[in-house]
C-alpha cells in the first residue's frame, strides 16, 4: 500500500477528522486521526496491519503489545499478521500502564511495541518502559500514524505507515481558542 491509499482509507472511513481537539497529550491541533473508525472495518484493519507488520519482517519478535485502548487492535493485527501473542497495558487508578489479566513478559523475550497514533509518544514510552521492567527487550515500535513528524524520539527504531507534521499547540498558544473555536476531545466519544 502507498502512503497516498492509506491517507485515503482514513479519509474514507472519517478517521481524519478536521475541527479543534484535544489530543491525550495536552495539546491542541485542527487534525484528529481517529483510528478506531478506519479499524471498524476488519478487512481493511488486517490489511493495515499487515503493511505495518511488514515493516518488521525478518526480526525476530516473541510477542507484541500495546497500550489500551487505542492500540489494541493494532497490536492483535500486528501480532496476528507476525504469527506471535499479542497482549496490552492498561492504566491503573494513578494513568500507569500495568500488566493485567495474567499477561506477563518472560526475562530476555524480544517486544514489538504497537500502537494506533504517536503525537508525543507519552504512551508508547511507557509500555517500554513497562517491557523493561519486566525484564523484556524492546526491539522497536510499530505505528500506524506518526503525527509528529519525527519529533517523538525513541531508544529503539520507530517504523509507521504514515508519518506526518501536523500542527500541534499548548493551549496558551493555540490559535483556534483564539478563534472562539469549542475545543472537541473525541477519543471519548
Not at 511488514?54 to 497490536?75: M, N, R, T, Y
Not at 519525527?150 to 478563534?179: I, K, M, T
Amino acid at each position: 500500500m502507498t502512503e497516498k491509499e492509506i491517507l485515503d482509507s482514513f479519509l474514507a472511513t472519517k478517521a481524519l477528522l478536521q475541527g479543534h481537539f484535544l489530543l491525550r497529550s495536552g495539546l491542541h491541533s485542527d487534525r484528529f486521526f481517529q483510528a478506531a473508525l478506519v479499524l471498524q472495518h476488519t478487512r481493511l484493519a488486517a490489511d493495515l496491519c499487515a503493511e505495518l507488520a511488514g515493516k518488521f519482517a525478518g526480526e525476530q519478535i516473541d510477542s507484541v503489545i500495546s497500550p489500551a485502548l487505542g492500540g489494541l487492535i493494532v497490536g492483535q493485527e500486528v501480532g496476528r499478521s507476525l504469527g506471535v501473542r499479542a497482549i496490552f497495558a492498561e492504566k491503573d487508578e494513578q494513568s500507569n500502564l500495568v500488566l493485567r489479566r495474567g499477561f506477563s513478559i518472560m526475562a530476555g523475550e524480544r517486544v514489538l511495541v504497537a500502537e494506533d497514533v504517536v503525537t508525543k509518544g507519552g504512551r508508547v514510552q511507557q509500555t517500554i518502559d513497562l517491557v523493561r521492567r519486566a525484564g523484556g527487550q524492546v526491539v522497536g515500535i510499530a505505528v500506524l500514524v506518526d503525527r509528529s513528524g519525527g519529533e517523538a524520539s525513541f531508544d529503539v527504531p520507530l517504523r509507521s505507515l504514515v508519518r506526518l507534521s501536523l500542527p500541534a499547540y499548548a493551549p496558551a498558544s493555540c490559535p483556534l481558542c483564539r478563534q472562539g473555536l469549542p475545543v472537541e476531545k473525541p477519543g471519548s466519544k
